[in-house]
């Protein structure tokens, strides 16, 4: 009896785990950048020697489409979010300074917000709405067709930012932003075990890969940098389709290829384990950038608990709805990282527009006076899968455990600006305790004086 008893309990807390109806109130949303429009890099590689950035940086017209359609998915899923009340002041998005993660995040834009009619204007304002230089006569035909609208075509006015200075000292994607951490990285590549695993990686596919791009340098495989960046050639090139319609290659069959693809992405997935996004690099690299979600999703909280259901009065709404990362693939491992150090969540490879989703959530059906943090709760998502479901409260807490602070980071990448601020600190605390001493010797000498005085007279 007693067993069955425990079976009816735990079904009924599973059962109520997942039928609690809750509303989702912020999303954060991070995502790798789109596949790179593919040119031949066999003697580009080889020149680079130095500068191992890719040759082409032109987003594919593919990926348009996939982020295009992600901006479908979004706009569906979180339709209670992405609808006609959301402005630019609830709405964050931030890049980094590349066109192709620019490129990627406004066709996103254009699936979430798709394009309308511009603003109709009435014959004065249509009088009025000439440059203050001469209209070409070429352009009248486009004037006319507009009729009365302002514009063919419009989209919300979202600013798209780029990251400032501290989220890139601390995002850390860019490895010139921490010295240290690029020695660390240069250090762990160079580990017995890791160079064992590129070693028979290299004895399995390197002459491959050297073939495959008419790579005549050998001795590029041996290094980890060059080989790490090759085999991400050989990942744009294999999401390219490009030996498809290549026929320099006709020798490589579609079955070698695909063993190829897959134990590349293979060893990439062990080098951002092992090499570049190992769990000491992933808390340094995304202590900043979780520490700023929370307090969204503070803000988030606190606006709904401040809301008043029997005010006729509209609050205006400045809290951020809905912020987006576009980022690569080693920031999405980063978070990754992070959170399995947290709550040991099971890893996934980022391939180009992989995407992760943070939700926050409010349970239903509580009145909003009586909100408490405990009322809300996050789910982590990749790729459409739900990897983590957990009190905000919780992962509140288990992220502060472990989140570095800013002068921490500082110190530990010996920023100048930190530099700065730590030598004023102790500057002001030397001059502090100076004073202090002098106080004291002062005082003491003001006593002994006063002593001897009251001695000489009596």
Not at 328 to 348: H, M, P, R, V
Not at 414 to 439: G, P, Q, R, T
Request: net charge neutral; aromatic share 14%; with cysteine.
């Amino acid at each position: 009896m007693k067993i069955y008893f425990f079976h009816f309990i735990l079904i009924i807390t599973v059962l109520t785990h997942y039928l609690i109806k809750s509303e989702i109130v912020f999303v954060f949303e991070q995502f790798k950048n789109g596949v790179y429009e593919y040119n031949s890099i066999g003697e580009e590689l080889e020149q680079q020697k130095a500068n191992l950035n890719l040759v082409d940086k032109k987003i594919s017209p593919a990926s348009v489409r996939s982020f295009y359609l992600l901006g479908l998915y979004i706009k569906e899923k979180y339709k209670n979010i992405i609808n006609k009340k959301i402005t630019s002041k609830n709405v964050f998005i931030f890049s980094k300074e590349l066109d192709i993660h620019v490129l990627s995040a406004q066709s996103q834009l254009l699936g979430m917000f798709p394009l309308e009619d511009g603003i109709h204007l009435n014959q004065i304002e249509i009088d009025l709405a000439f440059p203050q230089t001469a209209i070409p006569l070429e352009a009248q035909k486009e004037i006319n067709q507009l009729g009365s609208l302002s514009v063919p075509k419009t989209i919300k006015p979202f600013a798209l930012r780029y990251f400032s200075d501290e989220e890139r000292q601390h995002l850390l994607s860019i490895n010139e932003e921490c010295p240290r951490l690029t020695r660390i990285k240069e250090q762990n590549s160079k580990d017995e075990f890791f160079k064992k695993e590129m070693k028979d990686f290299n004895d399995k596919h390197g002459e491959e890969l050297l073939t495959l791009f008419k790579i005549s340098n050998r001795t590029l495989i041996e290094d980890y940098n060059y080989l790490s960046k090759i085999i991400e050639h050989y990942i744009i090139y294999y999401a390219t389709k490009q030996y498809l319609n290549n026929d320099n290659n006709n020798n490589y069959n579609l079955d070698k290829l695909n063993i190829l693809y897959k134990d590349c992405v293979d060893f990439k997935n062990k080098s951002f384990i092992y090499v570049e996004a190992t769990p000491d690099i992933s808390i340094i690299s995304m202590s900043s950038s979780l520490k700023t979600l929370i307090r969204y999703m503070e803000e988030r909280i606190a606006y709904d608990q401040d809301y008043d259901e029997n005010s006729t009065k509209i609050k205006d709404d400045r809290t951020p709805k809905f912020v987006i990362y576009s980022n690569n693939g080693l920031s999405l491992y980063y978070l990754q990282i992070f959170l399995k150090e947290a709550f040991d969540i099971s890893l996934k490879y980022p391939d180009f527009s992989s995407n992760q989703f943070i939700e926050l959530h409010r349970k239903d059906g509580i009145p909003y006076k009586d909100l408490k943090e405990e009322d809300y709760h996050v789910e982590y998502y990749f790729n459409g899968e739900l990897i983590l479901k957990i009190n905000f409260v919780e992962f509140k807490n288990k992220i502060g455990e472990l989140e570095w602070s800013s002068r921490k980071i500082n110190n530990f990448c010996k920023h100048k600006s930190a530099n700065i601020l730590d030598h004023a600190f102790y500057f002001s605390l030397i001059f502090s305790v100076l004073i202090i001493v002098y106080s004291i010797i002062r005082t003491k000498q003001a006593s002994d004086k006063l002593k001897n005085l009251i001695d000489d007279k009596f």
